[in-house]
């Protein structure tokens, strides 16, 4: 790591933690709305909608430390780019979340289970990873791994369209389903957004 005789500003750390740890929240409330009768799923829909605002407010927090400091721990763009991917990937659970309930849907494809559980475990492996950019250590595995979890959400994403285009549903129903894998595939993109900006991070500031 470069040596620095410049104090810098490490209260993104923090933040960056504080967005992961929401993140992991909103895959707990995914992982609930797969176990959940659509009575249910209203209630669901609502604290996951609190998480999302709860996401909005630490990169808005972000983004404000960011206009406010003078020295960053690292590039500029990188902040916005990280943060940005944090919020996108919350954006996305929550819109699955959202539409499960407007669309009013009684069952959802088998395989969507694969899907969250993907999105679970990167969810898990963000928020473990995030404190790491304190030092700039055990990240690696990090970015490998979520990379991998992204190609596994890739093939069951493409297993799910084959499924919804068998003949099984009406064309109604292939819209509705196929929108909200499509919009599960969009968070395990933006997974992978966050983990190639950290490896970015890291390479530059080794």
């Keep these: 790591m ?10 993104f750390y923090d933040m960056f933690a504080a967005s992961a740890d929401n993140i992991v929240t909103g895959s707990k409330l995914l992982m609930e709305l797969l176990g959940a009768d659509s009575s249910a799923r209203a209630e669901i829909a609502e604290r996951m909608r609190a998480a999302e605002h709860a996401g909005d407010d630490a990169t808005h927090a972000i983004f404000h430390q960011l206009n406010s400091s003078f020295i960053t721990p690292f590039d500029r763009e990188d902040i916005y780019r990280l943060a940005s991917s944090l919020d996108d990937i919350m954006d996305f659970m929550e819109e699955a979340v959202d539409l499960v309930v407007l669309y009013q849907v009684d069952e959802l494809p088998k395989g969507v289970e694969q899907q969250i559980e993907v999105l679970a475990r990167a969810a898990e492996l963000t928020a473990e990873a995030m404190p790491n950019l304190r030092t700039m250590t055990n990240l690696t595995e990090y970015w490998i791994e979520v990379n991998r979890l992204e190609n596994q959400a890739d093939q069951i994403h493409r297993r799910l369209l084959a499924h919804l285009f068998n003949g099984k549903y009406d064309a109604i129903e292939v819209l509705k389903l196929k929108q909200i894998v499509d919009v599960l595939e969009e968070a395990a993109d933006a997974f992978e957004h966050v983990a190639n900006t950290v490896e970015t991070i890291a390479v530059k500031e080794s």
Excluded: A
């Design 2 to 11: 470069r040596f620095r005789l410049t104090p810098r500003e490490t209260s």
